[in-house]
Structures are given as C-alpha cells and as structure tokens.
C-alpha cells in the first residue's frame, strides 16, 4: 500500500511537473507520448536509460519550430535583400532572374530555374564574410514582418516548440537544428531566439574561403551552394556533424522523413515527432498538396512506425508567444 | 600590506593549482604563458574575461596530440587494412597500389599518386557504415604497435597535452580536434583517450549515402573524399562546424597555419600553442625539412604572431603517459 502510494505521488508529482513545463500543450495524446518517453530515458536504472551524453534531439526549423507559410523566411530575405541591393546595380532592371524579382514577379523567378536561384543567393548571401551576413540578417529581422500577420518573423515562433525545448534540456537533451535553411542564416538568431548556440545548428551551406587579406585572415562567402541539407541530406548531415544517432527527431514536412527513419531505427528508445498543419485559423492548413512543406509520406508512414503526430489545432493551447 | 598579502596569495594558489593541473609540464615559459591566458579570460570582471559559451579551443590531433613520426597512425591502419583483405582479393597481388603495398614498397605506393591512394582508402576506409568502420578501428588499435616504440598507438599519446585538455576544460573550455585525419577514424577512440565527444571532432571526410536496404536505413561509407580538413580547409571548416571563432588554437605543423591565423585574428585575447617535435631521444626531432608534419612557416610566423613555441625537449617533464 505504502509504494502504491508512493508511486501515486510520484506519478502526480511527474505529472504536475510536466504541466509546468509544456504549459501551453494540451493534456492530449501528444504530450503524454512526449513526457512519457522523456521519462523512460532519464529514470536512472530504467532498461530505457539513456546516458546524458547520448541524449541528442534534432529539431528541423521551418515549419517545425516557426512558420513557413505562405513562403520561407529565408526566401522573404532573399527578395528584400535584392531589393535593397537594387539601386547599386542599374542592369538587374532588365536582367533576370532579377527584373522577376524587383517587379514581384514570383512565376518568373520560378521559370530561372535552379540556375536563377544560384544567380539570386550568390547577389544576396555571398562576397561578404559570414560575421557580415549574419548582421545583414540580424538589421533585416528587425523590421521585415510576416506578410499576413504583420509581425515580426521571430514571433512566429512557435510557444509549445520553445517550450518542448526547453524542458529536453532541463533533461539533459542536446537540442540541434537540422534544417534545410542556411546555416548563417540561422545562426544569426537562433541563440536568442531559441537557445542553440551556434554549434549545435546544422543547416545547408554555400562554400567559403579563406584567404589573408592585407594580414587579415577573412573567411568569405561564395556563390556557390557546399551542401544541401533535406532529405538524405539530413541523417548524412547528422552523421557528418554530431556523430550519434538522434533519440529524439522532430519534422514536419516530407524533407525531415530520413531524419525520422534515421532517429527511429536506432537501438533503444526513440522518439519521432511529426507537426501536422492543422490549424488554418490560428496559423495555416496544410499537409499532402503544399507547395512548402508538403507533408506526404512521412504521415502515411507514422503510425507503422510510431511516430506522434502533433495536431496543431487540438494539442496546442497557443501557437504563438504572447497570444 | 593586506592587499599585497592577499594578492600574494592568490598568486600562490593559482600557481599551486597550476602545477597540479599540469604536472607534466616544467615551470617554464611556456607553461607559464598557457597559465597566465587561462587565468585572463576566465576571471570575472577582468577586461579579457571570455564568457564561457565562447570558450572554444581546437587542437590538431598528428603531431599535437600523439605521434605522427615515422608515418600517420592512419596510413598505418590503411596498409595492415589492405593486407587483412589482401585474402578476399586475389587480383591486388598483380595490381597496383594494392600490390605495392602487400610488398611493402613504398615508393611504389606513392607512385601511383593520388588516384592510387584513393583506391586505397576506398578499399580500406569505405563500403561499410560508421558504426562498422569505428568497430574496425577499435580492433585494429587492439593489437596494432607503434613500428619503433612497440608501444600501442593509443600509448602514443602526449601526457602534458592530455592534462593540457582537463586543465581547459576544468576552465570552462570546450575541446574540439581539429584534424586532418578521418573524423570516424578519430571518433573510434577519441572519447576514450582524450575525453573528447564525437560531436567535437572535425576531420576530413569521405562521402557517405543515406539508403533503405529491406526496410532498413543505413548511412554508407563512400570511395570518394568529401573533405580534406588541412590548411586553408581547417579555419573553414571550424567557422561551418562551430560558428564561433576559436580562443585557443594548438597545432605543431603547417598545416596548422591557417588554422592558428584565423584564431589570433579574433579580437580580444587568444592564444596560439605550436608544439616543436625537439626531443630526439623521448621521442622525434624534426621540423622544417620533414615530410610528415613539416613546420617551416608557422615556426617562422611565430615569434610576430606570439604564438608560444613548446619545445618538448625543455618544456615537457614526460612525454608518454606512464613514463
């Protein structure tokens, strides 16, 4: 009697300190799925113990942490960076991919094709050293906002993924981004915003050089893309940086399903997440058909493979901080 | 009178604690110089204070950490790889590289230049997941000796670099190896010998594939070099794994260079360690004129640069742990 009590205590205890800590989740399937499993890894003589240093939970970026509807953030960036840049080079008024650009022309963009958009990124996000970029970034952030909701893009960030990521660290998780984004371009803010030092960011890079400059040693930025990191991209990506296989990996869209396959196949305990766009009041609706972030296969595959499916409109109390 | 008092003491603490932290190490000036710039950057307050997030030290692995005389440890582990296979290939007995080196030949191994060469890491070092490939590493460093020591290669270690990596990272540092070695040929061991995690090392890499084989992820070695983390490529390849430019870089040859350039670049204080190979006797001499781990500019560059310059010989009380 006395340890059905004790466990009694402990399992409310567990349980309140759960809902300190994933405030703005509902009591849903979702977070039981999550705080259970965090349990099973860091009870000390539990089969399901998983050492400290193992604990490594990677996290894509948009659409999983913030929002990347109606078009990615980096891509936003690119166009006002363009823009911006404009009025220094008088031809881009006549040449594309740039004239599609400056006259918001986005099918034309489109029909540059992957050639257009090396000529776009190479004028917006190289020649410069990635301290420099990463300030572009950092005065950009600040007054560019969110075409429909008009606020600022680090406040569409999503409340219940800053909590998730704080409270796999009071756990003694790693977190680490693994995003199909650039890796300066994340870095740039992601500290602040979510905590991740630069070290732990992963993300697709354009090459870079170094050279000594009149004595001073520069790393500069090239218009030419070094890794792309979606898809396979992600577990070889992974592999390359942290070394260890994930316990926990959270996606969202069909670009995060070998970094799913990857984590779960794992000995031991794992943990996938997947964020599924349900919610077209709050934040936006979409899965199987989207243009960005098309979620498809890995849906199909999660319950086969076990994989918590975030209902956004029913497992999260809020979406975004200070709502 | 009290103050002084007071300060005397600090001072004797600080250097009490110093020589137990580092008791390989002889009171010399270059021990004194690594002391002095750790206390620097980790006293509050001080205006060369270094927060600790931004504690960052590199050291390069051949030549710095353990030895890289008569040839790498790992072109060792290549030719005892090739001749363990030889077996399984009747055809390398009449075919080069792979002939050159069944016979021990080689100048014939470097005639077949870089083409030969990477037939041979592709034969040696690829066709297998990491996991296997660290497990074939860790076999071999089993029984593998060093060809003149007979000492195991993991033997081969600097006792004063090893206590240098606790004295750092006692001091808030993270320890990163910033090598031109393989980063799986590292990972195989490196957390055992110099308690450094896989997340921290950063070599030269092959390509790798990311497949599904009957349901099954796996990530596969690749015959064909991703990365060569030498020179120009190690500041580069710090600024894309880190993101934060090192406080502390420690190399011993020129190919170290860059590396140690693009960290005394930095502002604020940083310090820069070349360890010279002057012990003959406990261990090589060499520098300027060598072929493995030539030190020619860097030891030119040092004294403007004010890099401390170890001379193993008069600076290192041992050299091998258990001596």
Redesign the interface.
């Known amino acids: 009697m006395r340890h059905v009590l004790i466990g009694l205590l402990i399992g409310l205890t567990s349980l309140s300190l759960a809902a300190e800590n994933l405030p703005s989740w509902n009591d849903t399937a979702s977070k039981k799925a999550i705080v259970e499993f965090v349990e099973q890894v860091t009870t000390p003589g539990a089969s399901t113990f998983v050492q400290p240093?193992d604990r490594i939970a990677v996290f894509d970026n948009d659409g999983t942490l913030w929002s990347e509807q109606p078009m990615y953030v980096q891509l936003a960036f690119l166009i006002d960076r363009v823009k911006a840049l404009a009025p220094q080079h008088p031809d881009w008024q006549t040449t594309q991919p740039f004239k599609a650009v400056l006259e918001n022309d986005m099918p034309g963009v489109l029909r540059s094709g992957e050639q257009g958009l090396l000529q776009l990124l190479a004028a917006s996000h190289a020649g410069m050293t990635?301290v420099e970029f990463r300030q572009t970034v950092r005065d950009w952030l600040v007054s560019a906002t969110h075409p429909t909701t008009d606020r600022p893009y680090t406040a569409m960030v999503y409340q219940p993924m800053l909590e998730l990521l704080d409270y796999l660290r009071a756990n003694g998780f790693?977190t680490y981004i693994v995003s199909g984004g650039g890796?300066?371009f994340m870095?740039a803010w992601v500290q602040e915003v979510y905590g991740v030092?630069?070290?732990q960011?992963i993300g697709s890079?354009l090459k870079?050089?170094?050279?000594?400059r009149d004595g001073?040693?520069a790393?500069v930025r090239m218009g030419e893309i070094s890794f792309v990191n979606d898809k396979?991209?992600k577990?070889?990506a992974i592999?390359?940086?942290?070394?260890?296989r994930p316990v926990i990996a959270v996606g969202n869209s069909d670009g995060d399903l070998?970094m799913l396959?990857?984590t779960s196949?794992g000995d031991g305990p794992r943990l996938g997440v997947i964020v599924h766009h349900t919610d077209g009041v709050r934040e936006f609706s979409y899965d199987r058909d989207s243009k960005v972030g098309q979620l498809d296969q890995a849906l199909g595959l999660a319950p086969q493979m076990g994989w918590t499916v975030v209902d956004m409109k029913n497992d999260w109390r809020v979406v975004f901080p200070g709502n």
Chains 1, 2 share one sequence.
């Open positions: 240093a990635n790693k890796v300066e870095r030092p630069p070290e960011v890079s870079s050089t170094f050279e000594v001073v040693p790393i396979q991209g577990p070889v592999e390359n940086h942290i070394g260890k070998q396959q990857w196949a």
